[in-house]
């Protein structure tokens, strides 16, 4: 797969409040954004319930 494309920006992550400066998507304004780790932890605990 060729490397994915990241678009910069000035975000803060929904949950820890961390600054993001680069994600592999560009994000919704209508959806939350997370950190590396806070999308990891709520990914996990998504699929214990």
Known sequence: FPPR???KGD???ADCGKEITELPFEPSPDRPIYCRDCWAKRRTQRFER
Do not use: A, D, F, R
């Open 11 to 13: 975000w803060k992550c």
């Open 5 to 7: 494309e990241m678009v």
